[in-house]
């Protein structure tokens, strides 16, 4: 047998120059009463995209989010022709596409048709909210450019498939829990590993941010509990999420606890903002949670939480 491999030009830096796109783009969340609140954009040191805003009133799984503004394409024509992306015959789309392998979920939505005869300085109109109750973890946004309808005289080299992405005008990896969110919990399918684990891999407490790539708790989809703890419905469900979260949290606060610089978190010194210092120097002074023994804090941990699932406060 043999491996056929389709090559076909695609949207490479020399094209970009030629099309000169520029774009005007903000994250938003829609109030109840329908109104836009723009999202501040934050590159964390992996240039992945944290959205919040201001007052930290934003919850993602609640009232979901969008995006927002204009793309503006400089050159359009650039795109076609017999040595450029397609021939000049066939059409060109512009499409938003999404990908979240944590949440299971991806899309395409196209949002413009380009051809050869399009006029230049096109601005293209973008405003589209993502699915609802769907996303989480970390979904990568892209502006694509692919082939809409192929040439009817296509050139060696020239993409034939209607739907073949060509490129990405413009890519985002928006993180919408994690680093973000106050347990860095990561949702994993591992069928060889229980319920949930715990990693740990931070030296330096005082400095290192409290996110997954420093210490994150692992819940396990592939396990037969997994739909009881991640979406609690019946007392025993809350039950089980209560042990489950409270077991990761004596976890990570036990190791912790016999770190050098476990003194220096219980006071709140030299612990730099939004690091595992701060965040458990706040747990320590802000929740009702013992820490005196290993006994104390798995008592005060459970019944803290059992108090929060209750009120619908977790």
Same mark, same amino acid.
């Given at each position: ?141 892209? /502006?694509?450019?692919?082939? &809409?309808? +192929? ?6 080299? !020239?993409? =034939? $498939? ?128 013992? /820490?005196?023994?290993?006994? &104390?804090? +798995? ?6 939480? !059992?108090? =929060? $699932? ?5």
């Amino acid at each position: 047998m043999v491996n056929k491999v389709n090559m076909h030009r695609l949207y490479d830096e020399e094209i970009e120059e030629l099309l000169n796109v520029s774009t005007d783009l903000v994250f938003y969340f829609r109030e109840e009463d329908g109104l836009k609140q723009i999202l501040n954009q934050t590159l964390d040191y992996e240039f992945k995209t944290i959205l919040s805003n201001e007052d930290d009133s934003w919850d993602f799984v609640e009232k979901g989010f969008g995006l927002s503004g204009s793309v503006t394409l400089g050159c359009p024509t650039s795109l076609f022709g017999p040595t450029r992306l397609v021939n000049s015959d066939a059409e060109l789309g512009i499409a938003i596409q999404w990908l979240s392998k944590q949440s299971s979920q991806r899309g395409v939505v196209p949002i413009a048709t380009l051809t050869s005869k399009t006029p230049n300085d096109l601005m293209i109109p973008i405003d589209y909210y993502f699915p609802k109750d769907k996303l989480f973890g970390e979904v990568v946004i892209s /502006l694509i450019v692919y082939l &809409k309808k +192929a040439s009817h005289n296509s050139m060696p080299g !020239e993409a =034939r $498939v209607s739907g073949a992405i060509l490129g990405e005008l413009e890519e985002w990896l928006v993180i919408l829990d994690g680093s973000g969110s106050t347990f860095p919990i990561v949702i994993v399918n591992e069928p060889d590993k229980p319920l949930w684990f715990v990693d740990f891999n931070y030296s330096e407490p005082l400095i290192e941010p409290f996110d997954k790539e420093y210490i994150a708790i692992y819940l396990n989809k592939a396990h037969d509990a997994f739909k009881f703890v991640y979406n609690p419905k019946t007392k025993l469900d809350q039950v089980l999420y209560v042990e489950f979260l409270a077991g990761a949290i004596h976890l990570i606060l036990q190791n912790l606890m016999d770190c050098p610089d476990w003194q220096d978190i219980q006071d709140g010194r030299n612990c730099e903002e939004g690091s595992i210092g701060q965040v458990m120097h706040y747990f320590k002074t802000t929740l009702d949670w013992d /820490l005196d023994t290993p006994e &104390k804090l +798995a008592i005060s941990l459970r019944r803290d939480l !059992e108090i =929060r $699932v209750k009120s619908g406060g977790i």
